[in-house]
C-alpha cells in the first residue's frame, strides 16, 4: 500500500562542496518517510509569478539516517535548477520535495549480493546510498563499485570511499579516468569496455547484482557488456541519467 | 499542504522585453537548440530515402534523395515556437517550398487535410491552407549545415507559423484525407491546429 | 564520462525510472517496478526499463526491445491524457 506521496517543505540544514562542480545538500524533512537506496526526490521550485519547474535527484544519503535526505546535485552549465542550487541556494533555506520516488531501482542488504555498481559521473550518487547503506546494516556482502570519472576533479565522496577501501568493510572502489588521470596512476584510463567489466566480475563470487547508472550512452553499454559476459538481462538493473552534464 | 512555496531568488527563463513582439505569448527565447523527441532517432540510408506525396491525389509522386535535391530550394528565415514554450529567432534554413511539391500532383476535389508522416512513426496533421502559398517547406540544411539526424535529417517539414510539434522531424510523406486524421499528440490533448499567437497549446484553448 | 560522438537523441533519453514521479501522481501507486509487457513484441519487464523520451510535449515511455510506444501521457492545464495501448496491460497496486 503506498503511502500518498506529498510535496513537503524542507529545509536545507547543510550544503557542502564536494567538488567543484558538485554539492550535497542535506535537506531536513517534516515528514520524512524511510527510502530505500536508489530511490530519488523532486524538488520543485516557484517563481513569485507562479512559474514552476522541477528535477528529479537521487538519494544519497542511507535510510539509517533519519530525518534527513542527502542529495548530490551537480552544477551543469546553462541548466534552469542546477545553476539555482549551486549560486543561490543558502542553509536555512526552504525547498519544495516530492518522494522517496522508485521501486525498481533499488537495493538494499534483503535483496543480497554480490553487489557490482557501475556509476559514470554523478551516476554514483543512487550506489553511494546504496554502499552507505550496506555499511550502516553492518552487511559484509561483497561489494565492488567501478566508478568512470572524467578527471580526478570529478570524484564524489572521495575520501570516505578511500576510508572504507582502507579499513577492510569489504567495499573495494575501482576507478577509470576517461580524460585525465592523477599523476604515477596505473590503472584503467578509458570508457568502461566488456574487458573492464570481465576483469572485475571475474574477480567476483556468482550470483552478481549488477547496477548500473550514469550517462545513458554508457549505461546501456555497460548493460549490453554485462549481457555478453553471461548476466542474466533481469538481474541487470539500470537508470539512466541523460546526457553528461558538461 | 499549507500555501505554496515561493522559492526564494528564483526566477525561472526570462522573455527579453526588447524582443517582445516578436515572441508569442507564455514562451521564453533560447539561444541554443533544443532537442526534443518522442522516439529514438531513426536512421535512414540516404539511397533508400523517398518522399511521397498520396492519398486523394489522381497519381501518388515520390522524389528519391538525388531527386529531391534537384528541386528548385531556397533559403528561409523564420521564427519558431516550440509548445515547450521556447522559441527561436530568425533561424536559417534552406529547402524545398511545399508548393514546388504539391504542384507536382493533381489534388482530389474532396482533398481537405494532410497527415504528415515521419520515418520512425511519428504524424502530424494540417489543413492544407496552412501549408501552401510558401508557409510552409521541407528544409534539409539548418544554419548552413545540413540538418543533423537529432534535428529531423535528412529533412524535416518546416511549417513556422504553428507550433514546431507541427514541423515533423525525419519526414517521409504527406498522405491527403477529406477529414482530419489527428496525428501522435493531437490524439492525446494537443491543439489541432496550434497557433502559437493564439496560444493553441492543448485541444481546450 | 566524455561526451559521446554520435546520437544526441539516444543520450537525452531516460528510462521509466524518471517517470516514477509523474506516474505516481497519475496512479497514486509506485510504478517503476510494476510489470508490463510490450503489445507490439511481447517483451516483458519493470516500468523502470522502459526507454524514456521526456523532453518532449509529453512523456513516451518506449519498449527496449522493438522501440515501439508502450505509454505515452500528456499533462495540460487541466487534465491528464493517457494512452497504454501499447502495453498488454498496466498493474496498479492497491
Same mark, same amino acid.
Given at each position: 500500500m503506498a503511502d500518498a506521496l506529498r510535496w513537503q517543505i524542507g529545509t536545507v540544514a547543510e550544503i557542502e562542496q564536494e567538488t567543484p562542480r558538485a554539492k550535497t545538500f542535506t535537506i531536513a524533512l517534516p515528514e520524512w518517510m524511510a527510502h530505500r537506496a536508489g530511490m530519488h526526490y523532486d524538488i520543485r521550485l516557484t517563481a513569485p509569478d507562479g512559474y514552476q519547474t522541477q528535477r528529479s535527484y537521487s538519494i544519497?544519503? +542511507?535510510? +539509517?539516517?533519519?530525518g534527513i535526505v542527502e542529495l548530490t546535485v551537480e552544477r551543469i552549465e546553462g541548466g534552469e535548477v542546477s545553476p539555482y542550487l549551486h549560486d543561490v541556494v543558502q542553509k536555512g533555506d526552504q525547498l519544495e520535495l516530492r518522494g522517496p520516488i522508485g521501486g525498481y531501482f533499488i537495493w538494499d542488504i534483503a535483496l543480497g549480493g554480490p553487489l557490482l555498481l557501475v556509476g559514470g559521473g554523478s551516476g554514483v550518487v543512487p550506489l553511494m546510498a546504496m554502499i552507505r547503506h550496506r555499511v550502516a546494516a553492518r552487511s559484509s556482502i561483497q561489494t565492488r563499485l567501478l566508478y568512470s570519472v572524467r578527471s580526478p576533479d570529478d570524484v564524489l565522496y572521495t575520501n570516505e570511499l578511500q576510508m572504507l577501501q582502507d579499513h577492510g568493510e569489504g567495499v573495494e572502489v575501482v576507478y577509470t579516468y576517461t580524460r585525465q588521470a592523477p599523476a604515477g596512476w596505473t590503472g584503467y584510463r578509458r570508457r568502461i569496455d566488456r574487458s573492464m567489466l570481465k576483469d572485475i566480475t571475474s574477480q567476483m563470487e556468482a550470483g552478481l547484482r549488477p547496477y548500473v547508472c550514469g550517462p545513458t550512452l554508457l549505461v546501456e553499454a555497460a548493460a549490453n557488456n554485462l549481457l555478453e559476459l553471461g548476466i542474466a538481462a533481469e538481474r541487470i538493473r539500470t537508470e539512466r541519467f541523460g546526457p553528461t552534464g558538461t | 499542504m499549507g500555501e505554496r512555496l515561493v522559492s526564494r531568488g528564483f526566477f525561472g527563463r526570462r522573455r527579453q522585453p526588447e524582443q517582445a513582439g516578436r515572441i508569442p505569448p507564455g514562451q521564453y527565447l533560447v539561444d541554443d537548440w533544443p532537442v526534443l523527441s518522442a522516439g529514438p532517432t531513426p536512421r535512414t540510408r540516404l539511397d533508400q530515402w523517398r518522399f511521397t506525396i498520396e492519398g486523394l491525389v489522381r497519381q501518388p509522386v515520390s522524389w528519391s534523395w538525388e531527386e529531391f535535391l534537384k528541386l528548385p530550394s531556397k533559403t528561409y528565415v523564420v521564427d519558431i515556437s516550440c509548445a515547450t514554450k521556447w522559441t527561436k529567432l530568425d533561424m536559417k534554413w534552406q529547402g524545398v517550398s511545399v508548393d514546388t511539391l504539391i504542384q507536382a500532383v493533381q489534388l482530389d476535389p474532396r482533398a481537405a487535410f494532410i497527415t504528415a508522416y515521419s520515418y520512425g512513426g511519428y504524424t502530424t496533421n494540417l489543413p492544407i491552407p496552412d501549408l501552401v502559398n510558401d508557409q510552409a517547406f521541407i528544409a534539409y540544411q539548418a544554419d548552413g549545415k545540413p540538418l543533423t539526424p537529432e534535428h529531423g535529417g535528412p529533412a524535416r517539414l518546416v511549417v513556422p507559423h504553428l507550433y514546431f510539434w507541427k514541423s515533423a522531424k525525419w519526414i517521409q510523406g504527406f498522405r491527403l484525407e477529406e477529414r482530419e486524421q489527428l496525428g501522435f499528440w493531437e490524439t492525446l490533448g494537443y491543439h489541432r491546429r496550434g497557433d502559437p499567437w493564439k496560444e493553441e497549446r492543448y485541444s481546450g484553448d | 564520462m566524455d561526451e559521446q560522438d554520435g546520437d544526441v537523441n539516444r543520450a537525452l533519453m531516460l528510462d521509466g525510472n524518471a517517470a516514477g514521479g509523474m506516474l505516481y501522481d497519475l496512479f497514486t501507486a509506485e510504478m517503476t517496478a510494476a510489470p508490463t509487457e510490450c503489445a507490439s513484441c511481447g517483451r516483458t519487464g519493470e516500468i523502470g526499463t522502459l526507454l524514456a523520451f521526456t523532453q518532449a510535449p509529453g512523456l513516451v515511455l518506449r519498449c527496449p526491445s522493438c522501440e515501439n510506444t508502450v505509454v505515452r501521457i500528456v499533462r495540460t492545464g487541466e487534465f491528464t491524457y493517457l494512452d497504454a495501448r501499447g502495453a498488454v496491460y498496466l498493474r496498479i497496486a492497491r
Open positions: 544519497a544519503s +542511507e535510510p +539509517e539516517r533519519q | - | -
